[in-house]
């Protein structure tokens, strides 16, 4: 029955044990631990003390047990009792806490019995009650650690009567025991000497072991469980067994990133262990360590305060930003940091911080030990406990006063860069890589008609607007993927402002890269325009001055030609008039006169096609003739000769043929000039292609070279010589090079020169060629007439021409009538219609001094028959309406003078009849 109590009272004893350390065993395991002479008391407070039952004290626990018990210390001292013992004995606390055991119970050494020998005594003794009464109670004794760390024994009371109900209430203590340990959430499992189970809670088959303790019982754990237990525990549990003694560690368990806690205590049959899932625990240790190892190596200065403005923790990069140690820094108030003029506004930011409302300092300074300035962004933030209330203020500092100084400079850099753009004359716009406008000079302002504030943002082409003087269409290659590309961007183009004026532009587009050499990334585009009007009035001006001194050089030339053509003419018709008054034949002298006359008309033509000028009118030809015919041109009455290399597939271009033939001229002039004694200039064209660079753009080119045997051009003047009005020579106005300069840039072309003084001067002429095959020169046919006889209405204001004309025409059988001006030949030709008898032809001069002209009638004429066949005639060669007959309505055209033939197969393409032989018989 005693051993029955002892054993309820040690059980009762670590139940509280177990519960305040949620570790749990079985009750005859209890009794075990509890008999162990290295029983720890200070480790049981310890564990008690972190109970999750109402965090009370283990005496407070063991206060509740239905037994009374005392301790005592080695020198027989009682130190402790509970309240059972103090109403079992009679006495209060007062009385019997200091006082010798055997002040109450003389007899007894159980102090001295169980200290020596370190052993457990039970026995029956005497105790005197305060009464003088003599009560006899059963104890049991034990060796135990006291709270104080000293030596001391345990004891505990039990009255005679109550050891019969002793059983029953160990018996019930099992049963709560065994209820407590299969309800606890830490798994436990006891294991005897021979490492096998002896008992497992749910939790161990559950959660631990994951097999039932039926299947466990009787087994050995290093077999069953190998999978799941490491060397960790095989080598703490061996040393709690051998050395009997308890032990704590922490390990992870079963390879899946669980770890636990496991204390392992020695008992009579083996040892017993409890396993407790500390995951979490170490998930928050592991992210705790981490995240102050970032604050404590973070560049930024991360500051923490309390709520009454004192500092609490200071990283390395605070001690690194404002040079005071954590030492100095933490309890001191932040406004050490704060400078004096700043600290009224940092109370009242403070104040509003501990009243929760979230603040961002984005640029703010602050002052460093030593007392300079420093400029920071501050983020602060708020650290609540679990009841919401505001226990600290976090802040984060950045260093940012090298970007504010970086920020000053580029200031004062984009200030002078201002001051610099708004000084020039050209726009300058800057766009980034989406293509919108971030910066704009005044000129740019002026020239669109936007302010700075509706500019800033916008994509470039909706302030930028261009359109395309030919056809009037948007371009829209102005981006970042077109300049990468290298695209090139069409002439003639046309801004239109925002009060929808147009104005002529040149314009210019840059990549903007990064200052990273190695990707070299494009950024953005950088594009420059300048109103070119006045610059196309001035070089329309000096193309007519230019056009001008060119005539002048040609007078003389030209004048022989025409001199000595109208010489032979003259001669010949007095030769047949005098031949035929003899009545003599004077075929001869009539066909020289005819020759005479086309050479007349062929150096007119020339002299027509040199003198255009303006915008160039481009259309596909081959300059092969052009080339040739130039050359002599320019050449007449001179002692210098042209030798002319051209490749026989010289590739097609698209030019204004009288503009590049001025062009052409000037250089073969200047060569003539260069060479007053005479010489050769050789002129040779070719096809090259090139690839894009800085001089040129990718594509295919025809080359002409123009090279004289001349002086040739010193170097301080040969980049002078495409200016304005530059010349070294006594006669000319030094128009010619800077006129073909400009010509060949709107041609999209380019022009260089080369030249050594004494060696002579070489002129490149580069022009892009085109695709598609255009016909060189026109193949002459033999000529035919078609076989009907047609009705001709002939229009003219010339009568000679109308007589000549017609009587040609009607002596191969056609009939003409003649008109002088547009209304008559209307009249005519409505009538003749009326009359069912309408014409089959109908040729008309361009132009009538005083009347209308071809050009109004046609329209007239198409509104009475739209299938009118009509032929324009005129001498204007350069007319647009001769390049471009069939837009204004005519089916053919001859060009006067003309020979008949000429006319003969205009008629032939334009009445579409089967074509006859025919030779003229003059």
């Given at each position: 029955i005693l051993l029955s109590l002892l054993l309820g009272g040690f059980l009762s004893f670590f139940i509280v044990k177990r519960l305040e350390r949620n570790i749990r065993r079985n009750a005859k395991q209890l009794l075990s631990v509890s008999s162990n002479p290295q029983f720890d008391y200070i480790?049981?407070?310890?564990?008690?003390?972190?109970?999750?039952?109402?965090?009370?004290?283990?005496?407070?626990?063991?206060?509740?047990?239905?037994?009374?018990?005392?301790?005592?210390?080695?020198?027989?001292?009682?130190?402790?009792?509970?309240?059972?013992?103090?109403?079992?004995?009679?006495?209060?606390?007062?009385?019997?806490?200091?006082?010798?055991?055997?002040?109450?119970?003389?007899?007894?050494?159980?102090?001295?019995?169980?200290?020596?020998?370190?052993?457990?005594?039970?026995?029956?003794?005497?105790?005197?009650?305060?009464?003088?009464?003599?009560?006899?109670?059963?104890?049991?004794?034990?060796?135990?650690?006291?709270?104080?760390?000293?030596?001391?024994?345990?004891?505990?009371?039990?009255?005679?009567?109550?050891?019969?109900?002793?059983?029953?209430?160990?018996?019930?203590?099992?049963?709560k025991i065994g209820n407590i340990l299969e309800s606890i959430s830490e798994a436990f499992f006891a294991l005897d000497q021979d490492w096998r189970f002896t008992y497992l809670n749910q939790a161990a088959e559950n959660v631990l072991f994951g097999r039932s303790k039926e299947d466990l019982i009787g087994k050995s754990i290093w077999i069953e469980c190998s999978n799941s237990i490491c060397s960790k525990h095989y080598t703490e549990y061996h040393r709690v067994m051998s050395e009997r003694t308890a032990a704590c560690f922490e390990t992870p368990y079963a390879n899946n990133g669980t770890w636990v806690e496991v204390r392992a205590y020695p008992s009579g049959e083996g040892i017993s262990v409890f396993v407790r899932d500390i995951t979490e625990r170490k998930w928050v240790e592991k992210t705790t360590q981490q995240l102050a190892a970032i604050v404590e190596t973070s560049e930024d200065a991360i500051i923490s305060m309390t709520p009454d403005g004192k500092i609490n923790s200071w990283n390395q990069g605070a001690r690194k930003l404002y040079g005071y140690s954590a030492e100095e820094a933490i309890g001191k108030l932040f406004l050490v940091i704060i400078p004096n003029p700043l600290r009224d506004k940092m109370r009242e930011i403070f104040w509003k911080l501990i009243h929760g409302q979230v603040y961002e300092d984005n640029h703010t300074a602050r002052i460093r030990k030593d007392g300079s300035t420093i400029y920071v962004s501050i983020k602060y933030s708020l650290i609540r406990d679990a009841t919401g209330n505001i226990v600290e203020i976090s802040s984060i500092h950045r260093d940012i006063t090298e970007r504010i100084q970086y920020e000053e400079a580029l200031a004062k850099e984009r200030e002078l860069l201002m001051v610099t753009l708004n000084s020039l004359t050209e726009g300058v716009i800057a766009t980034d890589s989406q293509d919108r406008i971030f910066l704009m000079n005044e000129a740019a302002r002026n020239l669109t008609g936007y302010s700075q504030s509706e500019a800033i943002n916008q994509p470039l082409d909706k302030i930028l607007y261009i359109i395309d003087d030919k056809t009037s269409e948007p371009i829209q290659r102005i981006t970042i993927q077109s300049v990468s590309q290298n695209q090139e961007m069409p002439q003639n183009q046309i801004l239109v402002t925002r009060n929808l004026n147009e104005v002529s532009i040149s314009i210019h587009s840059s990549p903007i890269k990064s200052s990273n050499a190695a990707s070299c990334t494009i950024i953005g585009v950088v594009t420059v325009f300048q109103d070119i009007s006045e610059k196309q009035k001035t070089e329309q001006e000096l193309f007519k001055a230019d056009k001008l001194e060119s005539l002048g050089i040609l007078a003389g030339g030209i004048a022989h030609d025409f001199n000595n053509l109208l010489a032979a003419i003259l001669s010949n018709i007095q030769l047949a008039q005098m031949k035929y008054s003899r009545n003599e034949d004077i075929k001869k002298y009539l066909q020289e006169s005819v020759e005479s006359t086309y050479r007349a008309s062929d150096l007119t033509r020339q002299l027509l096609t040199f003198s255009r000028g303006g915008a160039p009118v481009k259309k596909a030809a081959s300059l092969a003739e052009l080339i040739r015919d130039t050359a002599e041109f320019a050449l007449r009455g001179s002692k210098v000769k042209a030798i002319c290399q051209i490749a026989e597939t010289l590739w097609p271009v698209e030019v204004d043929t009288g503009q590049i033939s001025q062009v052409i001229y000037n250089m073969v002039i200047n060569a003539k000039q260069a060479m007053p004694k005479g010489g050769i200039v050789k002129i040779n064209a070719e096809n090259i292609s090139n690839d894009a660079n800085e001089r040129f753009s990718s594509g295919n080119y025809i080359r002409i070279i123009v090279k004289d045997q001349g002086v040739g051009i010193s170097k301080e003047n040969l980049s002078k010589i495409f200016d304005p009005f530059f010349t070294t020579k006594k006669e000319g106005s030094g128009l010619g090079l800077s006129t073909s300069y400009s010509i060949i840039k709107r041609h999209d072309g380019y022009l260089e020169v080369e030249s050594e003084v004494g060696l002579g001067t070489t002129f490149l002429i580069y022009l892009p060629a085109l695709s598609q095959t255009v016909i060189a020169s026109e193949i002459e046919n033999e000529i035919a007439v078609a076989g009907e006889k047609l009705k001709i209405l002939l229009m003219d204001d010339e009568e000679i021409i109308l007589t000549s004309v017609a009587e040609m025409l009607e002596i191969y059988g056609h009939q003409t009538i003649s008109a002088r001006d547009g209304g008559k030949a209307i009249e005519i030709y409505r009538q003749a219609l009326e009359e069912g008898n309408p014409f089959d032809v109908v040729i008309m001069d361009l132009t009538v001094p005083g009347g209308m002209g071809g050009q109004e009638a046609i329209s007239h004429l198409r509104d009475i028959d739209p299938t009118i066949k009509a032929v324009v005639s005129s001498g204007y060669a350069n007319d647009p309406i001769i390049s471009n007959y069939e837009q204004f309505g005519f089916c053919g055209v001859v060009t006067k003078p003309y020979k008949f033939d000429e006319l003969i197969k205009v008629l032939n393409q334009v009445v579409q009849s089967k074509p006859l032989p025919l030779k003229l018989d003059l």
């Open positions: 480790e049981f407070q310890k564990i008690a003390s972190e109970s999750w039952l109402n965090q009370k004290r283990p005496e407070m626990m063991l206060a509740n047990l239905p037994w009374g018990y005392f301790m005592i210390n080695a020198l027989g001292v009682i130190v402790d009792i509970n309240d059972n013992g103090l109403t079992m004995l009679g006495l209060n606390r007062s009385q019997i806490i200091g006082t010798h055991i055997q002040k109450w119970s003389p007899k007894t050494m159980m102090h001295v019995r169980v200290l020596e020998n370190k052993s457990v005594i039970t026995e029956e003794i005497p105790f005197l009650l305060p009464s003088g009464e003599e009560k006899r109670y059963y104890i049991y004794s034990f060796p135990m650690l006291l709270s104080s760390g000293e030596e001391g024994a345990m004891t505990w009371l039990l009255d005679r009567i109550d050891r019969f109900n002793a059983q029953k209430i160990i018996e019930e203590s099992t049963v």
